[in-house]
């Protein structure tokens, strides 16, 4: 192939993985419900605050998107992992809050007998509701063989698995004293968010081009 095809085969790759890099998003939403753990109850919640009563609080929907291509960020080490989140939002009575989160955390139990024996998922963010900011958190405990960071084509790209459902019970404490329950068996949806269609198209269309000029003239 002639070194100019070389070139323009180089660039149309190029940019048809940065296009994707910036496009396409994984998406992470869960269900749980919030309670208050003292007496200060500045959003209002329902629930008695104990963690054995799993649904007597206020429910709660937690939605949190990362770059398909996010990498792990320092102080990722063994089976823990962080990652940049691009959005989350937290809805609760009506209202909906949204903001960038302070990082989504994966634990990979691998099996090994150590530690907690499930994989989890964790999203971490500050929400403002009833005008008073709080620092959200909410973990979901996974089956411990729904991801692994022992795959060797990328070990430090961000999990993507099947939506699923919660393998067990989880709580998450806040600094403000909010407890955020994830029953047993509570649905986590995961999907992709594809490419836009313009950038589809350009893609395909750049690649078009290049066919084209591969092609020996006549």
Request: charged content about 15%.
């Amino acid at each position: 192939m002639h070194k100019k095809s070389l070139a323009t085969l180089g660039a149309c790759l190029y940019l048809s993985l940065a296009l994707s890099a910036e496009a396409t998003s994984i998406v992470f939403s869960w269900s749980g419900y919030l309670e208050p753990r003292s007496d200060e109850n500045p959003w209002q919640l329902d629930g008695d605050g104990v963690f054995n009563t799993l649904t007597d609080g206020t429910p709660f929907t937690v939605t949190v998107s990362a770059s398909a291509f996010a990498q792990q960020l320092e102080g990722s080490m063994g089976n823990l992992a962080f990652y940049p989140g691009e959005s989350a939002s937290l809805t609760f009575g009506g209202q909906t809050f949204t903001t960038v989160p302070l990082g989504l955390t994966f634990w990979d139990s691998r099996d090994t007998g150590v530690g907690d024996p499930y994989d989890s998922i964790n999203v971490t963010f500050d929400a403002v509701f009833f005008g008073e900011s709080l620092r959200f958190s909410s973990s979901l405990a996974l089956d411990q063989t729904t991801f692994s960071f022992d795959d060797p084509s990328n070990p430090y790209l961000l999990p993507f698995f099947e939506s699923t459902v919660s393998d067990r019970a989880l709580g998450g404490f806040t600094v403000n004293n909010v407890l955020a329950t994830v029953p047993a068996g509570t649905p986590i949806s995961v999907s992709v968010v594809p490419l836009p269609p313009a950038a589809a198209l350009l893609i395909t269309s750049l690649l078009s081009l290049l066919a084209l000029r591969k092609r020996p003239y006549r």
